[in-house]
């Protein structure tokens, strides 16, 4: 494929919305397809894409070269579980030629199954950090809420991120009833290995085969209970997401809190979400969507991409709508997380 040089965006090429938040961060689906079968993310009995919808890894690379040309500066890699994707570490490599210019990071959302596997590698293409989802550091509830995961696989992909120099942020969904007694286990354990923590309330996406009025715990109970055990400062630490930070003076790592319930966050939303098959949603919890696969495919030239873009922009809402006590058990929005991408 053809390589460009990527110049800085200019203001008036960046990537504005209507409320005038600037969209500098995004973060793509590269499959639908996860080897796990997380109760809170998907039904057991999955049906996924047929992989002729999906975008080919030379379309995601060429999107997010052309994203990287209006000022975009963080590119996460999602799923599903992106590290199932047939030859995604070409996509890795790909990405790494504009960490040479105005792109600050490439960063990857995993499971954690593979990651033994592509661990060194990706350190190699210029990944620094990684975010794993650990909800549980109990073999058996693993097993439980993954369905098909096994945690020492896991742990074991982590060492190796680890040792192969790659910055680990552990991601925990707060689960009322099963993972609520583990928060300071686990603020223990990732502080022992220099990892931070981040805890996210449950969000509600998609029909899962448990009710989640039943799983929500709100991040505020929790940061109150953590304040008995550990001493938590307000921190300046930002990664680019949601997430607002505190400094654990015990273990010198940080702690982080995702709150879409009960602290909206989206005053401040830089982000945008395409998905495996190249629909950008602009808001998580909305179905305002615009289609990028058909100007990719349309046209070799980026005209009509840009021009998705800018309408993009226009069409990103305010916020999103995770009320749930107004909405009950009922999911904001009908796609699953692994559809849009984590």
Known sequence: MEQR???????????????????????????DRCDFRCTYCMSEHM?????????SLEEIDRLA???????????RLTG????????????????????????????LTTNGSQLAKYAAQRADLGVRRINVSVDTLNPDKFQDITRWGRLDAVLGG??????????????TVALQGFNDQEFNHLLSWCGDRGFDLTLIETMPLGEVDEDRTDQYLPLSHVR???????????????????AR?????????????????????????????????GTLFMCLGQEDKVDLREPLRQSQTDELLHAAFDKAML?????????????GAAPAVSRHMSMTGG
């Not at 990527?6 to 919305?17: K, N």
């Not at 590290?83 to 960063?107: I, K, S």
């Not at 982590?158 to 991601?171: C, F, M, P």
């Open 5 to 31: 040089a990527i110049t800085p965006a200019s203001t008036d090429q960046s990537l504005i919305d209507s409320f005038g938040r600037r969209v500098d961060y995004v973060r793509i689906s590269v499959t």
């Open 47 to 55: 049906t996924f894409l047929p992989k002729r919808d999906l975008l």
């Open 65 to 75: 070269t052309a994203f990287v040309e209006r000022g975009v500066k963080r590119i």
């Open 80 to 107: 599903g579980e992106p590290l199932v994707r047939r030859n995604v570490m070409w996509l890795f490599e790909r990405l790494a030629r504009h960490l040479d210019g105005p792109l600050d990071e490439v960063t």
């Open 158 to 171: 982590i060492d190796a991120a680890a040792e192969a120099g790659l910055k680990v942020k552990i991601n």
């Open 224 to 242: 109150r209970d953590l304040e008995e055990s550990w001493t938590l400062t307000p921190s300046s630490h930002k990664t680019g997401g949601p």
């Open 245 to 277: 930070y505190v400094d654990v003076k015990e273990t010198g790592t940080r702690l982080g809190f995702i709150t879409p319930l009960t602290h909206n966050f989206c005053e401040s939303c830089n982000r945008v979400r395409v998905t495996c098959t």
């Open 315 to 327: 069409a990103k809402p305010q916020g999103h709508d995770f009320v749930i006590e107004r909405r």
